[in-house]
């Protein structure tokens, strides 16, 4: 009998698994797609942005005495195709991005694609490693915040998550910097190693996963050491929104008249909280901290300047100020990659955390 | 000694304009294995009451008074302790199905968690207990029931399996606070007959809260009728409907339906109850109460015993009646 109904149960595990499989092969086709879209989407909205932003690149990259001579200006829009019709450019640009070709960049005089093989990963790491830091912290303090409501942690909450949010970064970065390294020492300054010291084997450019992946254990912890203020700084905005938000959506849910059954059943309010709050409240914060990480790439230009990070921003800074259209385009590019590699991560997630959506 | 005592229960809640109390003075019992309606309009206080029996008073609200429960005070237990009674000797089930279920929890553990927690049995036995219970419920196919979602069930289904978790720990006390209003009425009369078999099977006390007189007349012993948090009448369900004596009761009665289909003209009540912090003085009815004399503006009114059980909140109508 026992036997009958646990075999039973496996086959009905297994139907659940094709029918999940196959409907989630269509889930990811589906978003790929939209995501292709997006990409020529995004390419040609910065490609117009830069049209019409005014300013001639040539002047900008060129010298004063390259400027005055007409021909070495032809010859240099020449080289960037920047002599064609504007609908020809973005078609060229098109059809060489596709090939993975970005163009040179007009300020490092290097492809923009190798450029930015070598800055995004450093961007990447400080982001991951923020928006990690923010939603555990965020997502603790949120619930503690709403389960302790108006009471005295959730009044201390309130006051360091508001902190958190209204302090500008910039100035958050020279205040850490200057305690925790300048004046205590506890962490190193800048750049992503110590001066001088080796890199870690390449794999992903993400220098600790490199490191700890080769063994490199010491480069690792140099790393981390190197990315702790940094992030901790791009963080705090971030964990202050997702405090606040997970505190308001927890408040919410708590509302429920499916909390109050599970609360009517006797069970501990830990219970209540882990296997009846926790579900839906994650899925609320999921889609924040999507987001969020969005707007950690852009303060990202802030804290990588303080501390001589050697990322995106940096980059996207110097791209701009230079008019450097191949080296903005590429950057708008990556990000949008970076927003829809997000949305699929968030909508796979979804699917982890709803039961309803497994299935469907 | 009544399975439940309930002596002078007061509930304060908090409001934006500061606190008021949503029940006053409210005092009844209920023996073991008995059926008492609670009616009243909207906002009379039907779900605070069963609220504070459960302690799941909103935010801010707390009860005074005593909940006496198979002789010891609710009221006095520590969260811990009262967690012990909740869901396991006093169980609720709540008016709309739709929402009282956890949407993403399947029907299994939402039926098994608490008498995991509370009886301390293996998954096994659980299982077979949640098999056990659905039946009961007569939902069909339990075994696949188990593994399904609350969104593959439809509203009566919900509820039935609404019911079977509050069944899975034997409670004694039963709390169903409109049970059948978010339902067809078809699916009502299902739930209705339902409870009537599990109080007859199980020797299960249940209150049930409704503003549908209709609905008790044929399952209740007996009928409390509410008024701005307070009881106006009560009295065996037989005694109470053919012969009402509180003008409140006897307006709720003449709107049933069925009274004006028996020719009487159809009574509503003049107004509306009064907002909560807003309570009239003296006796909280007599705004709209076709009877008040002056004193009614003063005099808070105190029980009159009508027969055994039969009891009315009214010092001026015993004698306009009789
Ligand atoms: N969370 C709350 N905070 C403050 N006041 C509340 C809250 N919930 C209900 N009330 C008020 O308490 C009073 C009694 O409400 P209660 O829900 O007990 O009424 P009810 O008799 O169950 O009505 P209904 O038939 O509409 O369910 C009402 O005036 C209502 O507005
Ligand atoms: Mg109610």
Redesign the interface.
């Known amino acids: 009998m026992q036997q009958i109904k646990k075999s039973k149960n496996l086959t009905?595990a297994g139907n659940m698994s094709a029918k999940v499989s196959s409907s989630f092969a269509k889930f990811i086709y589906k978003r790929i797609a939209v995501g292709l879209l997006m990409m020529i989407g995004i390419t040609f909205v910065a490609f117009a942005v830069t049209q019409v932003v005014p300013g001639d690149p040539a002047a900008v990259n060129l010298g004063q005495s390259a400027m005055s001579n007409p021909e070495i200006v032809a010859r240099w829009r020449a080289e960037y195709g920047l002599d064609k019709p504007v609908p020809e450019q973005y078609m060229r640009y098109i059809s060489k991005v596709l090939q993975g070709d970005l163009g040179i960049s007009q300020h490092s005089r290097r492809p923009v694609s190798e450029d930015l093989a070598e800055y995004f990963p450093a961007t990447i790491e400080i982001a991951l490693v923020a928006i990690i830091f923010s939603i555990i912290i965020g997502f603790s303090l949120g619930i503690l915040s709403a389960m302790t409501?108006d009471r005295l942690p959730d009044q201390l909450i309130r006051v360091l998550s508001l902190t958190g949010v209204s302090m500008p970064t910039f100035w958050t970065s020279l205040v850490v910097f200057y305690i925790f390294f300048f004046k205590l020492g506890w962490f190193p300054g800048t750049g992503r190693l110590d001066p001088g010291g080796d890199e870690p084997t390449h794999l992903t450019g993400l220098y600790t996963i490199d490191a700890l992946v080769h063994g490199q254990f010491s480069i690792a912890w140099i790393a981390l050491k190197h990315l702790a203020l940094p992030a901790i700084v791009l963080a705090t905005y971030t964990i202050g929104v997702l405090t606040r938000f997970t505190r308001a959506s927890v408040l919410e849910i708590l509302g429920?008249?499916?909390v109050?059954?599970?609360?009517?059943?006797?069970?501990?309010e830990w219970?209540v909280i882990k296997?009846?709050v926790l579900?839906?409240a994650l899925l609320s914060i999921i889609t924040v901290a999507g987001v969020a990480f969005g707007g950690l790439l852009s303060g990202s230009v802030l804290v990588e300047n303080v501390f001589s990070w050697p990322g995106l921003g940096q980059y996207a800074f110097k791209s701009a100020i230079a008019l450097d259209l191949p080296g903005i385009m590429g950057v708008s590019i990556v990000v949008a990659g970076v927003f829809i590699i997000m949305n699929l991560i968030v909508d796979f997630l979804y699917r982890i955390?709803?039961?309803?959506l497994r299935s469907e | 000694m009544p399975l439940l005592d309930v002596e002078n229960l007061t509930v304060t809640l908090a409001t934006s304009s500061g606190s008021a109390q949503a029940v006053r003075n409210l005092s009844f019992s209920l023996d073991e294995g008995e059926i008492i309606g609670i009616a009243g309009e909207s906002g009379s206080g039907k779900t605070m009451t069963a609220l504070s029996l459960?302690r799941?008073l909103p935010?801010k609200g707390f009860a005074t008074g005593s909940i006496k429960f198979s002789g010891k005070d609710l009221l006095a237990q520590t969260n811990r302790a009262y967690?012990?009674?909740?869901?396991?000797q006093i169980?609720?089930i709540?008016q709309?199905p739709m929402?009282?279920?956890?949407?993403?929890?399947?029907i299994e553990?939402q039926l098994t968690?608490?008498i995991r927690?509370?009886k301390k049995i293996s998954q096994e036995s659980a299982h077979l207990k949640a098999l056990e219970l659905l039946d009961t419920v007569k939902i069909p196919d339990p075994a696949s029931a188990l593994?399904a979602?609350p969104?593959q069930f439809s509203g009566g289904m919900r509820q039935r399996i609404?019911i079977a978790?509050a069944l899975a720990c034997d409670p004694k006390l039963l709390i169903a606070d409109e049970p059948t209003t978010a339902l067809d009425v078809t699916v009502q009369a299902g739930i209705l007959r339902l409870l009537d078999q599990l109080r007859r099977e199980k020797n299960l006390a249940v209150m049930v809260i409704t503003h549908d007189l209709g609905v008790l007349s044929s399952l209740t012993d007996r009928i409390m009728i509410m008024y701005a948090g307070s009881e106006v009448e009560s009295g065996l369900t037989s005694d109470l409907l053919k012969n009402p004596r509180h003008p409140y009761t006897k307006g709720l009665i003449s709107a049933l339906p069925t009274s004006s289909i028996s020719g009487k003209k159809l009574l509503t009540i003049e107004g509306m109850p009064p907002e909560l912090g807003q309570i009239p003085s003296g006796c909280a009815f007599h705004p709209r109460c076709a009877y008040a004399k002056t004193s009614c503006e003063s005099q808070i009114p105190t029980s009159i015993s009508i027969s055994t059980k039969h009891r009315i909140f009214c010092p001026v109508n015993p004698l306009v009646s009789s």
């Open positions: 009905l409501r429920n008249d499916y109050r059954s599970a609360r009517a059943k006797g069970l501990p219970l296997r009846h579900r839906p955390i709803d039961p309803n | 459960m799941l935010h967690r012990d009674i909740r869901g396991n169980a609720m709540f709309d929402t009282s279920l956890h949407p993403m929890i399947k553990t968690e608490h927690h509370h593994e979602m969104k609404a978790i």
